[in-house]
């Protein structure tokens, strides 16, 4: 038998691969969320930055360090079963 492995809920990325993501929603330190807008782009203002633009203005990411977002592996329309699913509160049956 094997066990049904569930979507994570956030998972972490490299600065540089939010450019490639489309409206990646990323995750705070309290969890809040903040979706990604514009463009990211090394800073040329700030040595070893990304900056990233979102729905309420520019951040500015190290580029050594992981960046957490919302899996965007998981279903736009998911239920709430499916996302307790995903953060492993309920096991898939």
């Known amino acids: ?4 492995t569930a979507t994570p809920a956030h998972i972490e990325v490299n600065p540089g691969e939010l450019a490639h993501m489309t409206g990646a929603i990323i995750v705070g330190e309290h969890d809040g969320h903040v979706r990604v807008t514009g463009s ?3 800073s040329a203002t700030f040595n070893g930055m990304f900056c990233v633009e979102t729905e309420v203005g520019s951040l500015y990411l190290d580029e050594d360090l992981p960046v957490t977002i919302v899996n965007p592996d998981l279903p736009e329309g998911a239920d709430v ?10 096991r898939a049956s």
């Open 1 to 4: 038998m094997t066990t049904p």
């Open 40 to 42: 990211v782009e090394l």
């Open 81 to 90: 079963e499916e996302l307790a699913q995903a953060v492993g509160l309920l």
